[in-house]
Structure formats: structure tokens, C-alpha cells
């Protein structure tokens, strides 16, 4: 196992959380290795394969080798992104059942890894009502936390792309409200998302996080999706860049990173990149942190 020093480097970006998305395909303590090795010191992942139902299985002797790194190595939050083939806006009995087990599967897993915590997008509405779909969310979301109280559940902002629930922190709020387990219900804000989504993160970003407060809570703000974007503000299209090469820019994602009501959030890369790619972003942003 490595130790702290391997991925230490220099002072620069002292208390940052940055890390990316990394497979688990090849175990957790491949993942973990992954995450050492381009200087993260937290990390996203699936579950499962994301386009299909079929879950990953870890032996309890590996769980705990993977328990121990992370303290060792003073590592998370760990985040468990949900995969795409789920659906908890949807009343398709099929889509529903699916979606409620792959949740319930995913949620009993991570309750094994400490602090961990769970993003989901919250759903399309398709054929129906934005209302109807909250509606619905809520009701998916009350039947898989039933038996998992202790784990955050992130609702993810998302872009508005086609018939997207969570463009707006209104719609985030209304789920929220809905929900029996509202204590441990949190968002994970996406940077391409709500600046696609129509909200200014970076010439406005003070008003942003002032509107989020007011409706939402800044303390229910978990997580932050660190992604610049290749669209104009408000195209609704979600399509992720990788930092400095996109409408944000690098002056506007180091103004995020150290801003005094974001700074202690942990940040993960979902930018177009393999692990080479990932460790400069990371170097970058422990650059641009004011630790």
C-alpha cells in the first residue's frame, strides 16, 4: 500500500479536495492507486457499469484493504455517481423497478466506504409534467432511502437538456420538499450544468451561490462537478470541456475553487480526459488554490 508521501508533492493547493472520475472496473484498490498516482485525493465512480444493470461484486476482505487506504492515505469523500440507465422520474413499471434496485444495490454498497456519498440526476420527464416527475423522484427516492439514513444522496444540477428535471435550484427544492429524508437529501453542483442551465458562474457567481442559499441552503451543497463547458450560457446541451478550453475559462474555475463559501467542498474532474490529462488539471488547480 502507498502512504501519504507518494502523492504528497509540493505545498501548492495544501487542503484542496480535487480529484476526478476513475473506473472501478479493476477493483477498489486499482481506483484508489489511480487516484495517488495523478496527485487526487478524492475520486467519482460508478457502481456498476453505467449502461447496464449488472453491479460489480468486492469481497469484504477487499472493502476493508480499501477502508484502510483511505485513512491512510487521508482520502475522500468518496462519490458514487448513479449509472445512465436509470430513470426515478419514470412511471414505467419496468424503468421504476429497475431504478429502485440498482439504488438500493448501489446504497447498500457504499454504506461499507466511509463518508461516502451518492449523485444522482434526478430524472426526465418525458411524456408528462415537470410537476408529475418531482413528484414521482420524490416517491422513488423516499422507497430506496427507507433502509439507508446515514449516506448523503446528491441531486445533481443539470443542464435542461430535452426533458431534464433540475435545471433550477426551484425544481431541486420541490423534490426536496417532497422527500421523508429531507435531512440527508444535498446537491452536487455541476459547473458546466448550471452554466448551460442559465446560471452565470463566472461573472456572476456571488449572485448564484446567494440564489442557490436562498432557495436551497448552502449547507445542503455537498459536492462540485469542476467542468468547464463548449456552450454558450443557457444552451441547454451539456457538452463538458476540459479547464481553460472552454466558455468558463481558467480565471472562472479558480475564482470557484477558492471561493470563501466553496473552497472546503471536495471537486471532481468530469472533463474529457484519460489519467495524464486528469493529473495536469489537478496540478493546475493546486495552483491556482489560495491555501
Known amino acids: ?19 476526478c472520475h476513475l473506473s472501478i472496473s479493476k477493483g477498489l ?4 492507486r489511480d487516484a495517488l498516482s495523478i496527485g487526487a485525493n478524492v475520486c467519482q465512480f460508478f457502481c456498476r457499469n ?5 453491479k460489480l461484486k468486492f469481497k469484504d476482505e ?13 482520502f475522500g469523500p468518496l462519490l458514487a455517481h448513479s449509472p445512465f440507465v ?7 413499471p419496468q424503468v421504476s423497478s429497475l431504478t429502485e434496485e440498482i439504488l438500493k444495490e448501489d446504497l447498500e454498497f457504499i454504506s461499507k466506504l466511509p463518508g461516502a456519498m451518492y449523485n444522482i440526476h434526478p430524472g426526465n420527464y418525458l411524456q408528462r409534467t415537470p410537476q408529475e416527475a418531482i413528484a414521482t423522484i420524490a416517491q422513488t427516492l423516499n422507497e430506496c432511502r427507507a433502509a439507508h439514513h446515514e449516506q448523503w444522496f446528491l441531486l ?23 422527500s421523508d429524508y429531507s435531512e440527508r437529501l444535498g446537491v452536487c453542483l455541476d459547473t458546466c450544468h448550471v452554466w448551460d442551465g442559465g446560471y452565470d458562474v463566472a461573472q456572476r457567481l456571488d449572485e448564484v451561490l446567494a440564489e442557490f442559499d436562498q432557495i436551497l441552503g448552502l449547507e445542503r451543497l455537498r459536492a462540485i462537478h469542476l467542468n468547464d463547458t463548449l456552450n454558450d450560457l443557457g444552451a441547454h446541451k451539456d457538452r463538458h470541456a476540459r479547464l481553460g ?9 479558480a475564482q470557484i475553487i477558492n471561493h470563501p463559501q466553496l473552497r472546503h467542498l471536495p471537486f471532481y474532474l468530469e472533463t474529457p480526459n484519460e489519467l495524464p490529462g486528469y493529473a495536469r488539471e489537478i496540478a493546475l488547480l493546486r495552483q491556482l488554490y489560495r491555501g
Open 62 to 74: 477487499e472493502i476493508a484493504q480499501f477502508r484502510g487506504f483511505i485513512e491512510e492515505n487521508d
Open 50 to 54: 453505467p449502461r447496464s444493470k449488472g
Open 29 to 32: 484498490m486499482a481506483m484508489g
Open 86 to 92: 436509470i430513470n426515478a422520474a419514470s412511471i414505467d
Open 245 to 253: 478550453e472552454g466558455k468558463l475559462g481558467v480565471e472562472a474555475i
Open 1 to 19: 500500500m502507498q502512504n501519504k508521501e507518494s502523492f504528497s508533492g509540493p505545498s501548492a493547493g495544501a487542503g484542496l479536495r480535487v480529484g
Open 156 to 178: 445533481e444540477t443539470m443542464a435542461g437538456k430535452g426533458t431534464e428535471i433540475g435545471r433550477t435550484f426551484q425544481e431541486l427544492r420541490e423534490i426536496i420538499d417532497r
